[in-house]
């Protein structure tokens, strides 16, 4: 989009001075500068850019185009002086503004950024181009009010804006209003045309996750498999919708399809040790926590082995695990009651009813730990 508002040649700015000679000089280089600049030749570009500075000291054409050529490069800070120098000689230099705006967001200094758009706002408050950016930006540093007021003058100006859609989507998410994040992202499928954003589908796959409907999340899932078969947060959807509808033998064939893909990947490796577990296949899921444990230590998996002992009958040995667990990570409620629970199942609820209580003296609340511990107490 940044692109689209780049100047083609210099007559776009009528400020040149300078002979005319030197003013067609500047219009040829200025229009070879920016045809290397899109044909992704930053090298050349900037050569022509610094032959202009050398006919004009300040052009604020060349100084775009140099800021253009370095923030294309990544080297941002760079882009950043060329832009900033051609505003102190230039002020309200639209694309300047443009460029300056953007690095800063690359930055992630989304503060600086929505200062520089909405700069550019006082000049031209119905660019849709920016209304989006300073709403996505207001969006990162979870400022909702603002965001949401950006993206819907948006939608008031173009309803069906992509943009918009997509960022009220991801804002609604951000902050678990899932049903409202499902309402602007299904606006953007069309039933109709085989050409829809894969990223739509999984995005809306999620919210069913979270919403924990996931028989309509599946839906979506496998929708987007048939544009991409290995797309990874497809296979991981189906693969955890599958283990929400305790279907552990789906979810195990998704799992190990991302494997197949990505055999080290010692998240998915422990997903898939908590599906053979859950379905009693003990010897598989101790393979899959191991091999996850070789990679890297993983307290999923750990837990995982813990578990797996007690669902053994072992429960000394699971024991022995969760007690190393929560000397490692003391605040971890779901270790303190999987540990009481390996306590009452070996006969001894007085030590289950201490390990509850130890949890609590940390001042942390838990109602799952409060239920278990008044349970433990009344029964």
């Known amino acids: 989009m940044l692109d689209q508002q780049t100047p083609s040649s210099f007559e776009d700015y009528p400020d040149f001075e300078g002979t005319e000679h030197e003013n067609n000089e500047i219009s040829t280089l200025s229009k070879r500068g920016y045809q290397l600049l899109k044909e992704g030749r930053e090298g050349e570009a900037e050569t022509e850019f610094k032959k202009i500075l050398a006919l004009e000291e300040n052009n604020n054409y060349a100084l775009v185009g140099l800021g253009d050529c370095a923030r294309k490069k990544n080297n941002f800070h760079d882009a950043i002086e060329y832009y900033a120098r051609c505003l102190s000689c230039h002020p309200g230099n639209n694309y300047a503004l443009f460029g300056l705006a953007d690095c800063y967001k690359a930055l992630n200094q ?3 950024a929505i200062e520089i758009w909405e700069q550019y706002l006082t000049h031209d408050d119905r660019n849709i181009t920016v209304l989006t950016r300073v709403a996505d930006a207001y969006r990162k540093i979870r400022d909702f009010k603002k965001s949401k007021q950006l993206y819907l003058r948006v939608l008031d100006m173009e309803e069906s804006n992509p943009y918009a859609l997509i960022g009220l989507g991801h804002l609604h998410y951000d902050f678990k209003e899932y049903t409202d994040a499902l309402f602007y992202w299904t606006r953007m499928l069309d039933e109709n045309s085989d050409s829809v954003d894969i990223r739509v589908l999984t995005s809306i796959g999620n919210c069913h996750r979270k ?20 797309n990874f947060y497809a296979l991981y959807g189906l693969a955890d919708c599958y283990r929400g509808m305790n279907q552990q033998f789906r979810s195990i064939e998704y799992w190990n399809k991302i494997l197949e893909i990505d055999p080290n990947n010692k998240v998915i490796l422990t997903r898939a040790g908590d599906a053979y577990r859950n379905s009693g296949d003990y010897k598989t899921a101790e393979e899959y926590y191991n091999k996850a444990m070789s990679i890297e230590f993983d307290i999923y998996a750990a837990l ?19 007690e190393a667990l929560v000397k490692n990570d003391p605040k971890n409620h779901r270790l ?8 009452e199942k070996m006969g001894k609820k007085q030590k289950a009813i201490e390990t509850l209580e130890t949890f609590q003296r940390q001042g942390i609340r838990s109602h799952a730990v409060s239920d278990i511990l008044k349970r433990l107490k009344n029964s």
């Open 110 to 112: 989304y503060h600086k």
């Open 304 to 322: 995982g082995l813990a578990l797996l002992r007690k669902g053994q009958g072992k429960y000394e040995e699971s024991v022995e695990r969760l």
């Open 336 to 343: 303190y009651i999987d540990l009481a629970d390996s306590y």
């Open 211 to 230: 919403l924990k409907t996931f028989d309509k999340g599946v839906q979506y899932f496998e929708r987007a498999l048939k544009y991409d078969p290995e």
